[in-house]
């Protein structure tokens, strides 16, 4: 991982336990406390050392193990396997034209020129808008660069774009407008596909139960025990929720996991069937596997 990554992937390694220096422009660093190595790694790179068993596991957007595999002789399967989705580093990559100009549709882009750095997605995408088959030449005119896709329509290189949108701000302020979308997109923990033994299961799992702390926290209340059964489906839990006896009659006390997300409305429906003292804590870690 590197770039738009970096940060939050250096954080997950953190809540694993995963200690390392690294040395100021060298990408590669020896972990202190497991015997393993950390490279970092363009996010675009990644699936081709994942893919061909240099590296066990990796960190990288979906977008690009998506456009690893575009690049694959039809009938060959990827050497990258998704294990686990992150949460982190949401994006889409989308189809984006000039807002002032004529082009509403992304059809109306076949035959003309596209620039992107996803040149694979974007092959196959257009190739479905025309119909094209294997060996039938693409008549629009797909064509990379590495970084500032957005200048193309600008620079009159392009009259559409493939690229990356987050919160819009770099399309809005380039003048563009999405049309479509090829791919949406998190980070995910991917493996290399023969690869397996106790160091990788090891960090596999450490990095599932950081990832479902974070996800998840731990909401309990006070019920009078008639109503147990009808807020047990509210807060199911992931297994199933724990029920302790109160010292006072007919009253238990239930904890259970529930996604951050929706806790919110879980409370709101508790509070409905009689549930007091909610609680809601964050989970520091978790191991569920
Ligand atoms: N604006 C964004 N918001 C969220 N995620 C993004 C955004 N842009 C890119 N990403 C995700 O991060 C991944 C890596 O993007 P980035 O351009 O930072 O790559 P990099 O090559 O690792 O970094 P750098 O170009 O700095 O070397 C993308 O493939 C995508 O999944
Ligand atoms: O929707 P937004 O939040 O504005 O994010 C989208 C931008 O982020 C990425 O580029 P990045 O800044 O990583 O650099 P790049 O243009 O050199 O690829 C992407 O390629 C877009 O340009």
Same mark, same amino acid.
């Given at each position: 991982?590197?770039?738009?990554?970096?940060?939050?992937?250096?954080?997950?390694?953190?809540?694993?336990?995963?200690?390392?220096?690294?040395?100021?422009?060298?990408?590669?660093?020896?972990?202190?406390?497991?015997?393993?190595?950390?490279?970092?790694?363009?996010?675009?790179?990644?699936?081709?050392?994942?893919?061909? @068993?240099?590296?066990?596991?990796?960190?990288?957007?979906?977008?690009?193990?998506?456009?690893?595999?575009?690049?694959?002789?039809? @009938?060959?399967?990827?050497?990258?396997?998704?294990?686990?989705?992150?949460?982190? @580093?949401?994006? /889409?990559?989308?189809?984006?034209?000039?807002?002032? @100009?004529?082009?509403?549709?992304?059809?109306?882009? +076949?035959?003309?020129?596209? +620039?992107?750095?996803?040149?694979?997605?974007?092959?196959?995408?257009?190739?479905?808008?025309?119909?094209?088959? =294997?060996? /039938?030449?693409?008549?629009?005119?797909?064509?990379?660069?590495?970084?500032?896709?957005?200048?193309?329509?600008?620079?009159?290189?392009?009259?559409?774009?493939?690229?990356?949108?987050?919160?819009?701000?770099?399309?809005?302020?380039?003048?563009?407008?999405?049309?479509?979308?090829? +791919?949406? %997109?998190?980070?995910?923990?991917?493996?290399?596909?023969? %690869?397996?033994?106790?160091?990788?299961?090891?960090?596999?799992?450490?990095?599932?139960?950081?990832?479902?702390?974070?996800?998840?926290?731990?909401?309990?209340?006070?019920?009078?025990?008639?109503?147990?059964?009808?807020?047990? /489906?509210?807060?199911?839990?992931?297994?199933?929720?724990?029920?302790?006896?109160?010292?006072?009659?007919?009253?238990?006390?239930?904890? %259970?996991?529930?996604?951050?997300?929706?806790?919110?409305?879980?409370? =709101?429906?508790?509070?409905?069937?009689?549930?007091?003292?909610?609680?809601?804590?964050?989970?520091?870690?978790?191991?569920? =596997?």
């Amino acid at each position: 991982m590197k770039g738009r990554l970096q940060q939050a992937t250096l954080d997950l390694l953190a809540g694993c336990d995963v200690q390392f220096r690294r040395e100021t422009r060298l990408d590669i660093a020896l972990v202190k406390n497991l015997p393993i190595a950390l490279i970092f790694l363009p996010a675009a790179d990644i699936p081709t050392f994942v893919g061909e @068993g240099r590296v066990d596991l990796g960190i990288t957007g979906r977008d690009q193990v998506a456009e690893h595999d575009a690049t694959l002789p039809a @009938g060959e399967t990827s050497g990258v396997e998704e294990i686990l989705d992150l949460g982190f @580093g949401g994006c /889409k990559l989308q189809v984006q034209v000039p807002e002032k @100009g004529d082009i509403t549709e992304a059809s109306q882009l +076949v035959g003309r020129n596209v +620039v992107t750095s996803f040149t694979a997605l974007s092959e196959k995408f257009f190739a479905g808008l025309e119909g094209a088959q =294997d060996g /039938k030449k693409l008549s629009t005119k797909i064509k990379y660069v590495g970084g500032s896709v957005e200048a193309a329509c600008a620079l009159g290189v392009a009259d559409g774009i493939v690229d990356l949108v987050e919160s819009g701000e770099t399309m809005k302020a380039a003048g563009l407008k999405a049309i479509d979308t090829v +791919v949406t %997109s998190t980070a995910v923990l991917v493996k290399s596909r023969d %690869s397996n033994n106790e160091l990788l299961n090891l960090l596999t799992s450490r990095i599932r139960g950081v990832i479902t702390a974070q996800k998840f926290v731990l909401c309990q209340y006070n019920i009078p025990r008639s109503e147990l059964v009808t807020a047990s /489906k509210i807060t199911p839990g992931k297994r199933a929720p724990t029920i302790t006896a109160l010292e006072e009659e007919n009253w238990v006390a239930v904890s %259970s996991m529930v996604e951050k997300k929706r806790i919110a409305t879980v409370m =709101d429906e508790l509070i409905k069937v009689g549930a007091t003292d909610i609680l809601v804590l964050n989970i520091a870690n978790s191991r569920t =596997d």
